[in-house]
T-cell receptor, first 114, second 118 residues
Framework: GAVVSQHPSWVICKSGTSVKIECRSL??????MFWYRQFPKQSLMLMAT?????????EQGVEKDKFLINHASLTLSTLTVTSAHPEDSSFYIC??????????FGPGTRLLVL | AQKITQTQPGMFVQEKEAVTLDCTYD???????LFWYKQPSSGEMIFLIY??????QNATEGRYSLNFQKARKSANLVISASQLGDSAMYFC???????????????FGRGTSLIVHP
């Protein structure tokens, strides 16, 4: 079946550095991808909708300059956490819809900022 | 106001028993879709079952069934014959405007932690 991959699966970085997370749809094209953030024992919070060929749509309260999203092709969206701080440590997960009934999730990326 | 409400933060069930996880939703859109996902400790989100607002019958997928009560705006997940591997977080989600041109943006509930004990 369809698969969405994320890379890296986990990352540890120093405060102030930038981290790029890739989300790829492996066997289908995705004009739209979603980026979520999940804190421990909490729900998925939608951060932004990534649109191929246009600007991402950010949810209220999400800093556009902090979380840069680029949907470079029909199979790749990237999320860059700029100048990461410890409070950015979280589980980041992407998803891509494939039809109205199906949404495939990536395996997630665990970010730890020291 | 929350669009998806899961009132059970945690549930316990004995192996081989059935368990119902509650989900209520709020929408004024006549076209919507309801989903259930399983998230084990590894973090991956596993799609379990889907129910469209216009579907006449309750969705079923193997041991999973969705008890869809439209008038009550509830979409409870029923897991039959629980297995130890069913222990995980379970999230109910809704997507409004599933007709062509709809938003496709899903909203998730807070989740229910299910523990299956032997």
């Amino acid at each position: 079946g369809a698969v969405v991959s994320q890379h890296p699966s986990w990352v540890i970085c120093k405060s102030g550095t930038s981290v790029k997370i890739e989300c790829r749809s492996l066997d289908f094209q995705a004009t739209t991808m979603f980026w979520y953030r999940q804190f421990p024992k909490q729900s998925l919070m939608l951060m932004a909708t990534s649109n191929e060929g246009s600007k991402a749509t950010y949810e209220q309260g999400v800093e556009k300059d902090k979380f840069l999203i680029n949907h470079a092709s029909l199979t790749l969206s990237t999320l860059t956490v700029t100048s990461a701080h410890p409070e950015d440590s979280s589980f980041y997960i992407c998803s891509a819809p494939a039809g109205r009934e199906t949404q495939y999730f990536g395996p997630g990326t665990r970010l730890l900022v020291l | 106001a929350q669009k998806i409400t899961q009132t059970q933060p945690g549930m316990f069930v004995q192996e081989k028993e059935a368990v119902t996880l509650d989900c209520t939703y709020d929408t004024s859109d006549p076209s919507y879709g309801l989903f259930w996902y399983k998230q084990p400790s590894s973090g991956e989100m596993i799609f379990l079952i889907y129910q469209g607002s216009y579907d006449q019958q309750n969705a079923t997928e193997g041991r999973y069934s969705l008890n869809f009560q439209k008038a009550r705006k509830s979409a409870n997940l029923v897991i039959s014959a629980s297995q130890l591997g069913d222990s995980a977080m379970y999230f109910c989600a809704m997507r409004e405007g599933v007709e062509p041109g709809g938003s496709y943006i899903p909203t998730f509930g807070r989740g229910t932690s299910l523990i299956v004990h032997p």
